[in-house]
Structure formats: structure tokens, C-alpha cells
């Protein structure tokens, strides 16, 4: 998925691999800060290595649309889409509760809509109350449907999903 917000001035844009080191280094404190209840840090640090491989793999894999959120120049935040998924969605630290995020989750959903796609989905963590209630805010609703992550010790998801 290579598409890219022209519809009005956008945060989002395209990342690349030069891209990987700085949105996992905002990454991190978001996941340790937002998932230290899902994750504790004592017996399941943020597996560095693992996302950044994961990131290579995505941007390598042309069914996968990674961009990077901008703000005033500097990457804010990511978002990751795959066919009808928003599979994976962050936004630093620093800008929580500024509007950034509502602003990168909109600009995403264009892409999907501009990809032809009229219902998306996404997996959040049922611990994650934040994320949770962002998504919720947003118009998406679970579905029931749950599953696990990949990652130790293998915390819940909830599906989600929401007409476009």
C-alpha cells in the first residue's frame, strides 16, 4: 500500500528504513509508559531488537503501507496499514492529547478509503485501557473476537472494527 494523503496538508508521510531507528526510539517509551500493565517491565522489557527487525520486515513487504507521523519536522509517531488492517498505530509521548494522533488516525483511515476499502479492522490489547478508549472515541467498536500476541508473555487482544 504506497499511498499518500494529497487531500489537504497531512503528518503523514512515507517512512523508510533511515526512519526505523528514530520511531523506535519514540516508540518505547510510548509502549513501556501505555503497556507497563500488559508488559512489566521486570519480566518482559520492550523487545528493541524484534521491532526494529519487525519494521524492516513491513517496509520490505509491499502489502504493508508504513508511514511516520511529522510534527515540526521531527517523527512523532507511526502507522502501519495492511490490505483493510490498521495494524499497527503510535503516537510519542510528547504528543499525547495534542491532536496529533486524531489527526494521523484520520489521515490513515483516507488511505484505506482512497484504497478502496469500506470497513477496516485492527487488534488492540485488552489491557491497553488508553488505546482502548482512543479507538472507542473514534467510532471503532469490538467485535468479540480475541486473540494473542506473539510476544511474551502473550497478553490478549480484542479485535475491533468500523464502517468507513
Given at each position: 500500500m504506497d499511498l499518500v494523503p494529497r487531500s489537504r496538508p497531512g503528518v503523514l508521510r512515507?517512512?523508510?528504513p533511515a526512519?526505523?531507528?528514530?520511531?523506535?526510539a519514540g516508540q518505547e517509551p510510548a509502549a513501556v509508559l501505555g503497556l507497563g500493565d500488559v508488559f512489566p517491565q521486570d519480566l518482559h522489557p520492550f523487545p528493541r531488537a524484534d521491532?526494529?527487525?519487525r519494521w524492516h520486515a513491513e517496509?520490505?513487504?509491499p502489502a504493508v503501507g508504513c508511514y511516520v507521523v511529522v510534527?515540526?519536522?521531527?517523527?512523532e509517531g507511526f502507522v502501519a496499514l495492511r490490505d483493510d488492517e490498521l495494524l499497527h498505530f503510535g503516537i510519542t509521548v510528547d504528543h499525547w492529547g495534542t491532536g496529533l494522533a486524531r489527526q494521523a488516525h484520520d489521515?490513515?483511515?483516507d488511505l484505506l478509503r482512497a484504497a478502496g476499502?469500506?470497513?477496516?479492522w485492527l487488534w488492540v490489547f485488552t489491557g491497553?485501557?488508553?488505546g482502548r478508549r482512543f479507538y472507542e472515541n473514534l467510532g471503532w467498536a469490538p467485535t468479540g473476537e480475541t486473540s494473542h500476541t506473539t510476544f511474551p508473555p502473550h497478553p490478549e487482544l480484542l479485535h475491533y472494527a468500523r464502517p468507513l
Open positions: 512515507p517512512m523508510t526512519d526505523v531507528p528514530t520511531v523506535v521491532i526494529t527487525a517496509l520490505a513487504d510534527d515540526d519536522g521531527g517523527i489521515e490513515a483511515l476499502v469500506t470497513s477496516a491497553n485501557g488508553r
